[in-house]
């Protein structure tokens, strides 16, 4: 009695294909990361240089005194515990999987990312000049970028880059909400103006996007996409439920902001403001989730069926 050869034995999880991981999306990951420096410059020179800008901005802020309460208590609690909660996710996360699964290199370069982002937040923080006075009544000391943002949506995006493919979907609608959540704390308790928050996902952002391209590249054996909706964490519920947010949040803006305009039964705005700049909050967290999560799952090695 004869037994086949195990090389000739087919792949019963299939076998992936030999286009590496990130290879020929280059030019994709650098052009997301300008346009995340660009939106950046965008956003400082509109809501700090001008006065238009400078209004909506200070609008939102002095408007989120109305929202007190239990609301502003909870968010109160959960910023003086952010910087805990947000490196005890990334540690935790990180080490397990590097651990279990060896991911040494790419978990470096993930935390590395992380530490920059952060440290680019404080620079970029000392680095510009305080606000210049443009008609409206303002703390005139620079707040862009918000820390405590940069902190929440660091430590998530480091999560998301050490997780498999079949795992980021459901990390990134995770993180995208739990640093949306600390970007809206910040102005509920009117620590930041809803541009600092804003900037502070384009730093992550403009940082973290060329280490996912590095941990790509240098994780070829473990970034492989079994295909979307192969696993429940990759479903296609957590990339729709991110849009919806993002969806719902601009209808939010829009309605807040037609009732601001003349002729649109204008009113005298009390919450009108603070409600457009969580919606810009919102919308930046969420279109930065669905972005990433589409990028690395079109970056992703594919498995062959058997």
């Known amino acids: 009695m004869s037994f086949p050869k195990t090389g000739r034995l087919p792949a019963t999880r299939g076998t992936a294909t030999g286009r590496r991981a990130g290879a020929g999306m280059g030019f994709l990951f650098v052009l997301a990361t300008l346009a995340c420096m660009a939106a950046f410059v965008a956003t400082y020179y509109f809501f700090v240089r001008t006065t238009t800008g400078q209004y909506i901005d200070e609008s939102a802020l002095v408007e989120a005194a109305t929202i007190n309460g239990p609301t502003e208590r909870a968010t109160t609690q959960f910023l003086d515990w952010l910087p805990v909660i947000s490196v005890a996710i990334a540690a935790v996360v990180v080490l397990f999987v590097t651990i279990m699964r060896r991911r040494w290199k790419s978990a470096g370069i993930a935390l590395a990312a992380c530490v920059a982002a952060n440290l680019a937040t404080q620079l970029l923080k000392d680095w510009f000049p305080n606000r210049p006075f443009r008609g409206v009544q303002t703390i005139e000391l620079n707040s ?19 997780v498999s493919p079949r795992w980021r979907p459901l990390a990134g609608f995770l993180g995208g909400s739990f640093a949306v959540a600390a970007g809206v704390s910040t102005l509920i308790n009117q620590w ?19 280490a996912g391209w590095l941990v790509l590249r240098t994780g070829k054996r473990w970034n492989v996409q079994d295909g979307r909706g192969g696993h429940w964490a990759s479903s296609r519920l957590w990339l729709l439920l991110s849009a919806l947010a993002g969806v719902a949040a601009a209808a939010v803006s829009v309605y807040s902001l037609i009732k601001l305009a003349p002729g649109f039964g204008h009113e005298s705005s009390t919450t009108n403001y603070f409600w457009a700049g969580v919606s810009l909050i919102v919308i930046t967290g969420y279109l930065a989730t669905v972005a990433a999560t589409w990028l690395f799952d079109l970056s992703a090695r594919r498995r062959q069926s058997p």
């Open 144 to 162: 862009l970028p918000s820390g405590h943002t940069t902190l929440a949506a660091s430590a998530a995006a480091a999560v998301f880059l050490v």
């Open 192 to 210: 930041h103006r809803p541009a600092d928050v804003v900037a502070a996902f384009l730093v992550v952002g403009a940082v973290m996007l060329p």
